[in-house]
């Protein structure tokens, strides 16, 4: 009895380079974020407009960091660490993003 098992049917996981891809978006996204808080403090709150514009696209690229996470969750066979790495750090990401914005709006209100 031979236990060499043949298959001719190549089967490719890279559902680990996809899950580390979200979490280098979410980082991206959270790094994004830092630096534009500390440029807007250095600068007393009278940032220009496009500062505001370009934390208004590291929180779209931390929405896509966590569709793209929910969606590697789904799939059959994508259960590794980063898939769940991924997902917390989107989330991180997300939940951080909209503390600083209701810390705006609430600031502005008052």
């Known amino acids: 009895m031979s236990r060499n098992v043949f298959s001719f049917v190549k089967i490719r996981l890279d559902h680990g380079k996809k899950g580390r891809n979200c979490v280098i978006m979410s980082c991206v996204s959270i790094g994004i974020l830092i630096l534009l ?30 569709y793209r996470s929910i969606m590697l969750q789904s799939e059959i066979e994508s259960i590794d660490r980063f898939t769940n790495i991924s997902l917390y750090t989107a989330i991180a990401a997300i939940v951080f993003h909209l503390v600083i914005l209701f810390t705006g709006i609430l600031a502005a209100i008052n």
């Open 37 to 66: 808080l500390i440029i807007s403090a250095i600068m007393k709150g009278n940032a220009p407009w496009f500062i505001g514009t370009f934390s208004y696209f590291s929180f779209l690229l931390g929405i896509y960091a966590l």
